[in-house]
């Protein structure tokens, strides 16, 4: 049987000395852990299943099966395990404000489309006002709008909040969730969710109890907000401003959105409709769990085959696609031209550099050389290629601007887009909005064309015959590794594959980077770097021609092949079947 927190929130009442006591105190963690202490102490058993919470790190995020039914995947987030974890954000929370005793701290809370979001959303809820604060509901939001409710200024939206977690995990399947957390100083970084989870790891061993006699869950007091309303509304008005406050100034464009029965579903109706746009054909905007028609994923083939479709279909000027909890985005010209990935990043570059000429473009690692001398030498901007990771990349961005280089856009290709006038945030929806902006100003300066306003900009951006991405798997359990982690065994195949590359020439080792290994040659070029979490070993290829591509793959092949613990089977299929 599962317990519940909620159990242990029913009992607050009982001790409020000690709330009153540790609000003075600013509920530093030892004062919590001796509430719980008093909570589990009031007729209840102590749960005896150990749980590993640092399995649910995700770098800035938190991840885990949250619905049952999938062979092979046990539930690991449970409403007793989110609990914990909410009661570990309101902790740390409460460390890091540090609020006066008079003063109740609020939390927002959004999800996604999950099927699990209602029921973590409660759980989430019992965390948090089981440790004293205020909860605040959005119900189904997006995750930028979730960062926006911290800095909003407006009391009747009970804004702005002191914390924030959204409820999502992307494009995952149906059966995963997770929790992004923010603070008005933005997203939380790695080190954070470390020491949330360690939290949330002591709670639970201290309070996991289950309650003799009943098993109903403690009712908890929220506040049930529409701020979608508000975000939306500054997404129209920075639309209206771009145009010189014309109130339709997209009267007579045709834009269509898929939001593949994610979050995204509002902009049609709250965005582009009040802007003038017409958006007949705009699909599965309603919101699905279970994602029947594609994944919501911006990087998806069969995602943005979907988009291509119903824009040429529909004859409509512009497609804009999201993923679930639309903080990426992408978009589709009137042609079927795909903007995603690094025509994305060109386009969204060219529109950053027209308003902050020379400014650096900070990328992810698997960016073009194609987009580089683009961004150089036709826009005359800098490009800093980074490593793999939407924060890695923003905080790339944030650090050039601390030592004096400026930079306004730190993008990568899974389209996750952030500027610096947008607090840094990586919004799917505010990206889109560069891109409306410009097709409104251009109208409102008598220039015609539709999104050709759009696909000009890109003009001129080499694009390469073949672009694969291939993931060479690590054996964990392979004796080669001789007990060692899978990173190191990664590290020491790079290595190796870098002295290989330093001796050919006919390849040249890229001068700057800053993962993996990154080498020219035929005419194109390799990258192999480690996955961020798993024992993967992802090698994008990109050349002019199928023949240079199995060139650069067989290099990499012939060292994979020195390591025992690789599965090369997918680079194999690769060089042979090309």
Not at 25 to 52: I, M, P, R
Not at 112 to 132: E, F, P
Not at 191 to 203: E, F, G, H, M, V
Not at 439 to 456: E, F, H, I, M, Y
């Amino acid at each position: 049987m599962d317990w519940h927190l909620g159990h242990a929130i029913a009992y607050t009442s009982k001790i409020s000395p000690w709330f009153l006591e540790s609000r003075k105190s600013f509920l530093q963690w030892s004062v919590l852990d001796s509430y719980y202490t008093a909570v589990s102490s009031s007729g209840a058993a102590l749960f005896a299943e150990k749980v590993d919470f640092y399995k649910l790190q995700n770098g800035s995020d938190i991840r885990g099966v949250a619905v049952a039914g999938v062979e092979g995947e046990p539930v690991t987030l449970t409403e007793s395990v989110t609990e914990a974890i909410a009661a570990g954000f309101a902790a740390w929370l409460l460390e890091k404000k540090k609020p006066s005793a008079s003063k109740r701290l609020r939390v927002s809370i959004g999800h996604d489309s999950r099927i699990s979001a209602q029921t973590l959303q409660d759980a989430v809820s019992r965390g948090i006002s089981g440790a004293g604060l205020d909860v605040i509901q959005y119900g189904l939001a997006s995750t930028p709008a979730m960062f926006n409710s911290t800095i909003t200024e407006d009391e009747e939206f009970c804004c702005p909040v002191d914390g924030s977690i959204m409820i999502t995990a992307s494009h995952l399947p149906y059966n995963r969730n997770g929790f992004k957390f923010f603070t008005n100083a933005g997203g939380l970084g790695k080190p954070d969710i470390k020491d949330i989870l360690t939290r949330a790891a002591s709670i639970y061993e201290k309070v996991a109890v289950e309650c003799i006699g009943h098993s109903e869950k403690a009712p908890v007091t929220v506040k049930r907000v529409d701020y979608m309303s508000i975000y939306t509304s500054n997404l129209v008005k920075a639309v209206r401003k771009a145009a010189g406050n014309i109130e339709k100034p997209l009267e007579g464009f045709h834009i269509i959105v898929d939001a593949g029965n994610g979050a995204g579903g509002f902009f049609p109706g709250m965005v582009l409709e009040p802007l003038g746009a017409l958006t007949v054909g705009s699909q599965f905007l309603d919101p699905d769990g279970l994602f029947p028609n594609h994944i919501p994923n911006p990087e998806d083939k069969a995602a943005m085959k979907a988009i291509t479709q119903a824009v040429l279909e529909n004859k409509a000027d512009l497609g804009i696609i999201f993923d679930t909890d639309v903080d990426r985005s992408a978009a589709v010209d009137s042609t079927g031209c795909e903007l995603n990935r690094n025509r994305l990043i060109a386009l969204m570059a060219a529109i950053v550099l027209e308003q902050h000429p020379g400014t650096t473009i900070v990328t992810d690692s698997v960016t073009s050389d194609g987009l580089t001398t683009f961004i150089e030498k036709k826009l005359g901007g800098k490009h800093h290629r980074f490593k793999r990771g939407y924060k890695n990349v923003i905080d790339e961005a944030i650090r050039l601007n601390s030592i004096g280089v400026e930079s306004h856009l730190a993008i990568e290709t899974s389209g996750h887009g952030a500027l610096k006038e947008n607090h840094w945030l990586d919004d799917g929806a505010y990206l889109m909005v560069k891109l409306l902006n410009k097709l409104a100003s251009a109208r409102a300066s008598g220039v015609g064309g539709g999104s050709k306003v759009l696909t000009d900009l890109v003009e001129g951006l080499e694009e390469p015959a073949v672009a694969v991405e291939l993931r060479i798997k690590i054996d964990q359990n392979h004796p080669d590794l001789k007990g060692g982690s899978f990173r190191e065994y990664g590290e020491a195949m790079i290595k190796h594959l870098e002295n290989k590359a330093d001796s050919d020439p006919k390849l040249q080792k890229a001068p700057v980077n800053y993962e993996g290994v990154r080498v020219s040659g035929c005419g194109g070029w390799f990258l192999l770097r480690l996955s961020l979490h798993d024992p993967v070993l992802p090698l994008n290829i990109e050349a002019p021609s199928t023949e240079d591509a199995v060139k650069l793959g067989l290099f990499v092949l012939s060292t994979a092949k020195e390591f025992s613990a690789l599965d090369t089977s997918a680079l194999e299929k690769f060089v042979q079947s090309s």
